[in-house]
């Protein structure tokens, strides 16, 4: 299984290059020829890859021609859609970082050359893996925990600081509520079976690292569904930034006859380190990375859950433009 | 101190045994005899049942209004007319211009009204508003507050939110207030709810969960959840308060100070009754109001203002949910601080 890693912008991609290398039975190369956009201080590209001790291909076309089964997109949200469709026209099966892209336009071009040139377009969206959200997803779709009334989320982290495009909305497509919204929205998307998003209320502010990012830091998002549940998402970049832990993903079910609660995250050994002269974290939890991407190589495991598809991460991607319009005029906004 | 009790269901317990603590000779009327009830439970101290209202408030320092939401009003403006201090439970009314209309008839007769917000006198919540005054967290961001438990059952009233407002107006009015005490203003709310909101006391379990969001006028934006569940839902408040230079979480469950983790057999909702870890915030409230009283004796935390206002978020987030759009609100008071820190609120001109 030959599988490329197409730029090194996201900050998943390190992650990935490093579980691929070791996946037995896989290739691995990266390619990151399109570095204009890099912060200074960012190391990308060929440093990148051979600090991972990585192969490493200088161009996409080079990438392609190695004759990879797979291709892994990790570009900068807003430049998504060239990747996918090069892909899609190599008849190169793609796992796309989240979101799937920044306009509702890129989506569905994405979706669309996808489709005609039948390979299968997945988004990496690693939380679904999480085996506390399988739990969640028993009780509900066992009918135990009744039908779900309200959900509240929270997907906390810091701002983004060694990819600083993360902050920039040109190449981001927002802030926060571009980067954060869709974890969750794409658990409720999977939770709720065939229901659908009917509306957002979305507020948002930039009181946190004010003066240094133009983009929305803080976010809360609500989204009504058709099968009656409603969700609020926080999505802001609101854990502090030399916090020894990276944030978490939160997540409480209010059903009819159980109350449920989720925290992906929180499986880990808490200490202090004195050497360090900070809160020490030992994660034990499962790595949903690795999941996501054995579930997409190699599909899902029996009764298993599998990725993201295109459609979805569409589906998320209108929660998030619809957050957006309403941030902007202070109303609920149907999702298109 | 003498003090007219009006109650004695759940509040009026927490509340009595605050004004026994602090010397009041306290007497306590019910329409429905329950007065005399809790005053032979408490035989031997300074509780009488009163035989009638007027008698009461005739002969007191100051009333604790302690009875079901739709009867606040009649009973503060009666009580303001005996020229009493009045102590209210909160919600103070069911709608803003009820409660605007109380406090302004406590403020033309001079005397103090104060809306019992007593979360502001939990430890956890008082001590993360001073960090929040202090700078600590630098400027606010963002802020999430939960509430929940079982749902109310020893009261029929609260099943039915035309007396009680229901779960925004009875329960998440108490984020509301401090969303409000740390954050400042709030100008826009939406808010929806979800399951049983009128409560017919079947045998099934009926659960109600609503979602708010507030919108300050500093920009910050809060989060509030509350949930009347399942009868064995554990009452349980959290907060979590981000801003630019820190962050402050809390859940009540985890810091209890002291468990009990075996007693010999399982007792739902009995058995070896848990240790106050601090001073109870009932108390706290009750001696803060009682001092206010006295010329020089400083300023509640909590103001006839904060309770009107915390209505009037409330009473929108009862409409937002209703019609499902967001609720603009216009208050007359100034947001003048950039942090949300109300360390100094002022009115201005209504």
């Known amino acids: ?336 | 101190m003498r003090i007219a009790l009006i109650g004695a269901g759940g509040i009026a317990r927490a509340h009595l045994p605050g004004w026994l603590e602090l010397g009041a000779r306290v007497g306590v009327y019910t329409v429905d005899g329950s007065a005399e009830k809790l005053a032979a439970e408490y035989a031997g101290h300074d509780v009488v049942a009163a035989a009638s209202l007027g008698e009461l408030l005739a002969d007191c320092t100051a009333v604790d209004i302690c009875t079901p939401t739709p009867t606040h009003k009649e009973l503060a403006l009666a009580a303001v007319a005996a020229g009493r201090h009045v102590i209210c439970e909160k919600p103070l009314a069911l709608n803003a211009s009820d409660a605007e209309e109380i406090a302004a008839a406590a403020e033309a007769a001079g005397v103090r009204l104060h809306p019992a917000h007593v979360v502001r006198y939990f430890p956890a919540y008082a001590a993360m508003r001073r960090a929040v005054g202090s700078g600590d967290l630098g400027d606010l961001a963002v802020l999430r507050f939960t509430r929940g438990g079982a749902r109310p059952q020893w009261a029929p009233w609260f099943a039915d939110p035309a007396q009680s407002g229901g779960v925004i107006m009875d329960l998440m009015v108490h984020d509301i207030d401090i969303a409000r005490w740390i954050a400042g203003d709030v100008v826009r709310v939406h808010a929806q709810t979800r399951g049983v909101e009128h409560a017919t006391g079947g045998t099934q379990a009926e659960v109600v969960s609503a979602t708010a969001v507030l919108t300050h006028a500093s920009g910050v934006i809060s989060h509030i959840t509350g949930l009347w569940g399942l009868p064995d839902q554990q009452f349980r408040t959290t907060f979590r308060i981000a801003g630019s230079h820190g962050l402050l979480r809390h859940d009540s469950t985890s810091v209890p100070g002291y468990r009990i983790t075996a007693q010999g057999v399982r007792a739902a909702n009995e058995g070896i009754p848990s240790s106050p870890m601090t001073e109870s915030p009932y108390l706290s409230e009750l001696r803060e109001f009682a001092a206010s009283w006295q010329e020089g004796g400083g300023e509640p935390r909590v103001s006839a203002r904060d309770g009107i206002e915390a209505v009037r978020i409330a009473e929108a987030a009862v409409e937002s949910s209703r019609t499902g759009r967001a609720v603009e609100l216009r208050t007359g008071i100034a947001s003048d601080i950039k942090t949300g820190i109300a360390s100094d609120i002022k009115e201005v001109t209504r």
């Open chain 1, 1 to 336: 299984m030959k599988v490329a890693v197409l730029s090194f912008a996201h900050v998943h991609a390190a992650g990935y290059l490093r579980l691929l290398s070791r996946m037995p039975g896989v290739e691995v190369i990266g390619s990151d020829p399109d570095t204009a956009s890099a912060a200074p201080g960012e190391v990308r590209g060929r440093a990148f890859a051979e600090e991972r001790g990585v192969a490493y291909a200088a161009t996409y076309e080079e990438a392609f021609a190695w004759g990879p089964d797979a291709v892994i997109v990790c570009s900068e949200n807003a430049r998504h859609r060239p990747l996918v469709e090069l892909a899609a026209s190599r008849g190169v099966d793609v796992l796309c970082e989240k979101p799937l892209a920044t306009t509702v336009e890129d989506g569905e071009a994405m979706l669309a050359a996808c489709r005609e040139a039948g390979v299968r377009l997945a988004v990496a969206f690693p939380v679904r893996f999480s085996p506390a959200y399988a739990a969640v997803k028993a009780a509900v779709s066992s009918g135990d925990a009744g039908r779900v009334l309200t959900v509240s989320g929270a997907n906390n982290g810091s701002m983004p600081s060694v990819r600083r495009w993360f902050a920039d909305p040109e190449l981001a497509g927002g802030g926060a509520l571009m980067d954060h919204t869709v974890h969750i929205a794409d658990l409720l998307d999977d939770l709720f079976g065939e229901a659908r998003a009917v509306d957002v209320y979305a507020q948002t502010n930039n009181r946190m690292y004010a003066g240094e990012v133009d983009a929305e830091t803080s976010g809360l998002v609500t989204v009504t569904y058709d099968n009656g549940s409603v969700a609020t998402i926080d999505c802001s970049w609101s854990h502090p930034r030399s916090h020894h832990s990276w944030g978490g993903l939160e997540l409480t079910v209010v059903g009819e006859r159980a109350t449920l609660e989720m925290d992906a995250f929180d499986q880990a050994v808490h200490g202090f380190s004195e050497r360090r002269g900070q809160g020490l974290e030992l994660p034990f939890g499962a790595d949903l990375d690795e999941l996501m991407l054995r579930a997409f190589l190699y599909g899902p495991a029996e009764g298993g859950m599998d990725v993201a598809d295109g459609e979805g991460g569409l589906r998320t991607l209108k929660i998030v433009t619809a957050g957006y319009e309403s941030a902007r005029r202070g109303v609920p906004v149907a999702v298109g």
